[in-house]
């Protein structure tokens, strides 16, 4: 069974489209997050969700929503698609310290 | 604010020595945590190991050893018996704890390849 799952796994879309990434897990764990790891490698927090409850929002465009239907799952939609949201997008989940990361979805806007 | 430094873009090894891939931080904080993760060329995260501000020992999981130096605020990844399929990136990341704030502050990694 896969702890966290991101659905699509690929997104190639065009500049000015909507797009949702959906993640959920399976672990019964508390806490979300998204990450944009971009093409240089660097992976760097976007949103936080503590039980549906957003705690943590870094300086992410207000294109960027997240939404948490219930605790086991965390989309994340994007509106207005620019070509520098080309990246890959990490979900994971925690109970405590140790974070479990999703396979990674890897959107590219043309 | 957090700060994690990994001063290594690349790191070459041969197959069945040591490596150890540097990681430098910084906070104020007195708790926190620090974590390596490796990504292959498939792009998925695998957590590795765990040391905790607190813990008087150094982490050890199977080949991977944490050398924690809490003065010289280091915490270098040690892999032992390096293997081909070590080649990967790899990042060192600190978490601060913060009631429910659980974030991870990612450096910006290092990538090794093993050769045979």
Not at chain 1, 48 to 57: P, R
Not at chain 2, 15 to 31: G, H, M, Q
Request: with cysteine.
């Amino acid at each position: 069974d896969t702890a966290v799952s991101q659905t699509p796994k690929y997104l190639v879309t065009q500049m000015g489209n909507d797009k949702s990434i959906k993640c959920e897990q399976n672990l019964g764990h508390d806490t979300m997050y998204w990450y944009k790891q971009d093409s240089k490698k660097f992976l760097k927090i976007m949103f936080s969700y503590n039980n549906k409850e957003l705690i943590i929002n870094e300086t992410v465009p207000n294109r960027f929503s997240p939404k948490s239907p219930d605790k086991a799952h965390l989309n994340l939609h994007i509106n207005s698609l620019e070509l520098g949201d080309s990246a890959v997008y990490f979900c994971a989940s925690s109970r405590l310290y140790e974070q479990y990361f999703g396979p990674g979805t890897r959107l590219t806007v043309t | 604010a957090q700060k994690i430094t990994q001063t290594q873009p690349g790191m070459f090894v041969q197959e069945k020595e040591a490596v150890t891939l540097d990681c430098t931080y910084d906070t104020s904080d007195p708790s926190y945590g620090l974590f390596w993760y490796k990504q292959p060329s498939s792009g998925e995260m695998i957590f590795l190991i765990y040391q905790g501000s607190y813990d008087q020992q150094n982490a050890t999981e199977g080949r991977y050893s944490l050398n924690f130096q809490k003065a010289r605020k280091s915490a270098n990844l040690v892999i032992s018996a390096s293997q081909l399929g070590d080649s990967a990136m790899y990042f060192c990341a600190m978490l601060v704890y913060g009631g429910s704030n659980y974030k991870l502050t990612f450096g910006k990694g290092t990538l090794l390849t093993v050769n045979p």
